[in-house]
């Protein structure tokens, strides 16, 4: 069979007009079958170019390609791509897939694990699992944080930033396809293992308690159970009086914080597998791996919260955050080919377990003066317990007739997030017995929090291409697709209390926590446990969003070298939140047409021009949405939800010049703008009658988006510089660099109030008129400088990134009065990563070293008042990270 397109781009990429996944598949094959070519190869020329594709068996087709053939998955996608192949990734050495995107042009990763497209936070983008939506672990979240995914179960990642019909509604900076990897023609068995330490950390002074005994895993072994009176008790809303029934949580175990003065050694190890097979007219491959990680890090965090226009404080904190991150992993992969036809069936497992420890020591300003005592007069103590876990089962079927193109795609997915016993204790100094009490009566507490996350998402999709058979090509395609996403979710928070609500004896309060609640004080002195879940929002909500969408898309060559990409997508979906309790929820139900056009003018052999017009949504999330509070581990910052907030709504243009003067090399400049309707923004506040920082949700009444970015893509051969040594040697120069600037348009418009059951107020007191995005960075730099053998596996590769400043909250209103946002300065970090391949035994081997953070760059996250007044909201010095790490292929 032959086939004949002018489109010569397009190659693997015939079904990208019919569903995402295939153009990320496509991606993934295309990179992997360029990375293992020699990088000079030839140029192809405006030719015929006759390729020749095997199938099943002893079969094999022909694909013609009639035009200027554009062997490179960004070029040839009638959209605006990035693309970060295997080799790509191995090159930057990260260890998830978070890490490796930020060296794609006009993305950063803030906070954990969440990517931003063009400054446009993670609720403006979309992420999708070999072309199909995921679930998030995260409370209040509904996009998945990409830092759970390792890239040892990542083949490629695709970023889209220009809007095509057949993609979800809600893209805003773009959507990220993650594809996990394919079985290759020849199978192997792969073994790996990696050490590595952290200068602020390893074998430093660092905090932990006993747990379970099988933390060191990941797992709970039954330590941390919630005990039935528990869920009971937070169900109907009730205390716990019964001190029979107190004696049978954990104590010691989940209590006693003890120093380590030697944190252990970050280390990790893995295996894959992978067999192909033929069995009459069927190929079949199959692919697996599996993997576990367990790394520490330890902060030293300064956390103040401002509470006066000239940057007084509310309260100073010095802690001590310890954490210690378990990551197990699984993928399993079936694929069975016959002829043109494709089946694949994907198994995706991970779980992500943090156990945290906490020691603190402090002052407030609505006790006492600070220091008055020589001593601060608080000392905090938290432990946590955050266990994460995905799974998802998928089916993809790729049937190619001929001219006509069927893909049918089903998913189940589930995510759980559990955070047993999160203890917090805090005494405070008595001058009478010059010792820290806690009489478990303010301003002293004792608390214990238990929360659960279930989520569930069944997805499915068919989409259909015919090819017309004319004198220039043109391909017609349309789709459906349907998701239902369920969540459930409870925080129950109790608070220890000694008779009648009142302090405890005095006789007890100087004991250290676990001796403080022991069997004998709950029986002895009437200790009791008041819930207090909701005395801030809801104790439990569920939330559901149902989505059913339609597109018709066509494209089409106009001209000689001139295509045209034109679809509309008509989107309904409801949204719902329901909390338990007097607390309001939401309802939403709105549906849209989203038409996107894509214009590309191939003007030269190896140039093209391309301008992109859209129309796009965003819908609040979850976490948004709900009124519940959620204890951010990274921020030790609380996060409340707002009923009120409304979809936002995005309109996105986009010229883009791309010019691949070689191979695998390319620079590519680009200009966008984006005009928002509501969006979302976080919103920072002091809760009344507390010193702590929460953060909030409201909708600004709109805001505008523009910038441009440059990418730059080159290889220089060393062999002119003779010898047998630089025979085969080259310089691999990668970079890119985005200027973003965002403005939000505010005045006396009435917005929600990010503070629960509160009026609406006006947005100038929430939002500054020109204030920038939250999130949004205006200069985001990455550069590589790589050393390399084209010949075997060696490479050194030298890795800079640098982001400008970025609000991460707006400013607190403190009576009336709204205070400075909250800034974060990402800087500059520089890494190292080395590879070396070698043969022994029959086996491969790779031996890589890699260094992390070599400017030990800090993180800070602080306001800044007049005259120059500093408040760190959260500041700590982050250490050099060194891992060496060695693979075996059989």
Known sequence: MKKSTAFGSLLLLTSQLVAPHALAQAAQDATAEASSQEAEAPQATEEEVEISAPGAGDTSDEIVVIGRNIPNVIRATPQVVSVLSSADIARSG????????????????????????????????????????????????????????????????????????????????????????????????????SIGFDTATTSELGYTYDGGSHDVFGYDDGERSVPAFIRAAGENGTSVTDAAQLMQLSNAPTTVVFENNHIPANWSVGTSFAKTFDTGNFRIGLIGSAGLSNSWQTRAQKQQVAIGADGGLASDYNQVTTDNRIIANGLLGIGVESGEHLLRFTNVYIHDTLKQAIIGLGDEENFGIPGQFGVPSFATQNTNWFERQLFTSQVVAELDFGAVDLDLRGAYANTKRKAPYERAFRYVWDPVVADYTNALSAPSSATIAFSDLNEDLWTGAADIAYEFDAARPITL??????????????????????????????????????????????????????????????????????????????????????????????????????????????????????????????????MQLRVHG??????????????????????????????????????????????????????????????????????????????????????????????????????????????????????????????????????????????????AVQSSLLFDDGAPLVGQSDHLVNFQIG?????????????????????????????????????????????????????????????KFEGRNLTKTRYQEYQTFPDDVRVDTNTYDVGRKFSLSLSAKF
């Open 94 to 193: 990260e260890g998830d897939i978070a890490g490796a995107l930020t060296r794609v042009t006009g993305l950063s990763v803030v906070g954990n694990g969440f990517v931003f497209v063009r400054g446009l936070g993670d609720r403006y983008s979309s992420s999708l699992l070999n072309g199909l939506p995921l679930p998030s672990p995260e409370p209040l979240r509904r996009v998945v944080p990409l830092d759970l995914f390792p890239t040892n179960i990542v083949g490629s990642a695709l970023v889209q930033k220009s809007y095509s019909a057949n993609y979800p509604g809600e893209f805003g900076g773009g959507a990220i396809n993650i594809t996990t990897r394919a079985a290759p023609r020849d199978g192997f068995f792969e073994i790996e293992g």
């Open 477 to 606: 395609s349309a789709g459906y697709a349907y998701s239902d996403t369920t969540r459930q979710s409870y925080r129950y928070f109790f608070r220890f209390v000694g008779p009648n609500n009142g302090p405890v004896n005095q006789t007890v309060a100087q004991q250290r926590p676990d001796y403080l609640l022991s069997d004998y004080n709950l029986q002895t002195y009437g200790i009791t446990l008041r819930n207090e879940s909701t005395g801030t929002g809801a104790a439990a909500y569920d939330a559901s969003l149902e989505v059913h969408a339609g597109y018709v898309q066509g494209e089409a060559e106009l001209l000689d070298g001139l295509r045209a990409s034109v679809g509309v997508r008509y989107e309904t979906a409801k949204q719902r939140v329901l909390s338990t309790g007097a607390v309001a929820g939401t309802s939403l139900d709105n549906d849209y047409w989203l038409p996107a056009a894509t214009v590309t003018w191939n003007f030269a052999p190896d």
């Open 614 to 759: 859209s129309k796009t949504i965003a819908r609040p999330q979850f976490r948004e949405l709900a009124p519940q509070l959620y204890q951010d581990f990274e921020s030790s910052r609380q996060f409340l939800g707002n009923p009120l907030l409304i979809d936002s709504q995005l309109y996105n243009a986009e010229a883009r010049y791309e010019w691949f003067f070689a191979r695998d090399q390319r620079i590519t400049l680009a200009g966008f703008f984006k005009k928002i309707d509501n969006p979302i923004e976080a919103v920072a506040f002091v809760a009344g009658g507390s010193t702590s920082l929460q953060t909030g949700f409201s909708n600004a009444p709109s805001a505008k988006l523009w910038g441009g970015e440059i990418e730059a893509q080159k290889h220089i051969a060393l062999d002119t510089l003779g010898g047998d040594f630089f025979a085969t040697k080259r310089l691999v120069l990668i970079g890119n660099y985005t200027y973003t600037k965002s403005q939000i348009e505010s005045g006396n418009q009435l917005v929600p109030s990010p503070i629960l059951g509160a009026p």
């Open 787 to 847: 050393f390399e053998d084209t010949a075997s596996l060696s490479q050194l590769t030298v890795l800079f990134n640098y982001a400008s400043e970025r609000v991460t909250n707006r400013g607190p209103v403190v009576e009336g009065v709204r205070l400075p946002d909250i800034v974060e300065k990402p800087g500059l970090t520089i890494d190292l990563v080395a590879r070396q391949g070698f043969e022994l035994a029959g086996a491969e081997f790779e031996l």
